[in-house]
């Protein structure tokens, strides 16, 4: 009687919102779901933890990208690699998506400019919970999020990105048959030299916009991105005081926002030689290089694919600390952070055949780790 009580509250609590009878799988801080049908083909989904609370957030949403039943229709993508915390990547993988919705809805369109717009809303929302519990919790101030989307919709791919998680086009090349690798994402980390000539460009009063230390490229000597949602101690004068921790505050008046939530966004007409794509954050891309994650879907099962991307991340990993896998697998959550970090990878495969009429088949809506919060923070 108990145990069937227990399965109804964790079906009330935990709903699987995916079409399909499971909505991923849990093996100590790996969570996976191996494989997965969407509108325009399959996907493959897999979240290892390292930090002591999950700060990696994702979701896979396909079928209507607007609350009107008309459409358009399509498939979402979002990669969410938080940092402080967890509470603006939880935050924006509850929000952006639906701001997408109305907005697509009241253009009737999904457009470069709906998603500027979903981006928008979720930062303004994400400062009204920092300023509502600043009395309370002043250090959600420096609590923010990188913000990776993918939007597949008519034929077209538009990839939108704050910070430095990564989307990477896997193409066919007809002459040769191999599968070379194409980066859609601009990155917003400051190791980037580009980047940190915009942000002198940006800042040209302050010498010290950019600084190393420690051998890493900081701004401010206190982040390595330049570009996220929240972080709003580095975006308004007034979140930039006491009683925020002292290493946060900075030592001259803010004379204007540091950070930036605005995307860059981009646009691509989707070809058919065009093979799947790789959503990953940062923990991903510091273990492999874009070729070799192409490499590895091109070269081995679609069943898992995320999975193994993620195992020989972590393999890696290992590797540089000249340690086994198996033993990095027996470390517990925040020691693993000194190992690798959180590491999100969603694999979509592209079915050109379906691109350009998708509106059949269930709604799929999942989300990395497999966990639903409360709407409210």
Wanted: hydrophobic letters at 40%; one cysteine or more; proline letters at 4%.
């Amino acid at each position: 009687m108990l145990a069937t009580l227990m399965k109804l509250l964790s079906a009330c609590l935990w709903p699987s919102s995916s079409s399909d009878s499971s909505a991923g799988r849990q093996d100590g801080l790996l969570w996976y779901k191996d494989s997965g049908q969407h509108l325009l083909g399959e996907f493959s989904m897999a979240v290892v933890q390292a930090n002591n609370l999950l700060e990696d957030q994702s979701q896979l949403e396909s079928g209507p990208l607007s609350t009107l039943d008309s459409g358009p229709y399509g498939t979402f993508v979002g990669v969410y690699d938080g940092h402080g915390g967890p509470e603006t990547s939880r935050f924006v993988n509850d929000h952006l998506f639906q701001h997408l919705k109305r907005f697509a809805a009241e253009e009737a369109c999904l457009s470069m400019d709906v998603i500027r717009k979903a981006y928008e809303a979720t930062e303004e929302g994400f400062l009204g919970v920092v300023t509502k519990q600043w009395p309370v919790k002043p250090q959600i101030a420096a609590v923010g999020s990188c913000c990776l989307v993918g939007v597949i919709c008519g034929g077209m791919l538009y990839i939108a990105n704050v910070g430095d998680s990564r989307a990477v086009l896997g193409r066919a090349v007809k002459a040769t048959g191999e599968v070379i690798a194409l980066q859609l994402s601009a990155e917003h980390n400051v190791s980037i030299e580009s980047v940190r000539q915009e942000m002198h460009s940006l800042h040209p009063d302050d010498s010290h916009i950019v600084v190393l230390k420690h051998n890493v490229w900081r701004v401010k000597g206190l982040i390595q991105i330049s570009r996220s949602i929240g972080d709003v101690y580095l975006k308004k004068a007034e979140f930039n005081r006491e009683p925020l921790y002292t290493k946060y505050r900075l030592r001259e008046p803010m004379k204007r926002p540091i950070l930036s939530g605005e995307p860059s966004i981009t646009e691509h007409e989707i070809q058919p030689h065009d093979q799947f794509l790789i959503f990953a954050s940062d923990g991903l891309w510091e273990q492999m290089s874009n070729q070799e994650a192409v490499d590895i879907v091109q070269n081995h099962p679609r069943n898992g694919i995320a999975r193994r991307l993620v195992k020989m991340a972590l393999q890696a990993a290992a590797k540089k600390r000249e340690m086994r896998y198996t033993d990095l697998k027996k470390i517990e959550r925040g020691v693993r952070r000194h190992f690798h970090d959180d590491i999100t990878v969603v694999v979509i495969f592209l079915d050109t055949n379906v691109m350009g009429s998708a509106k059949g088949g269930p709604s799929v809506s999942i989300r990395g780790g497999g966990m639903t919060f409360p709407k409210k923070l």
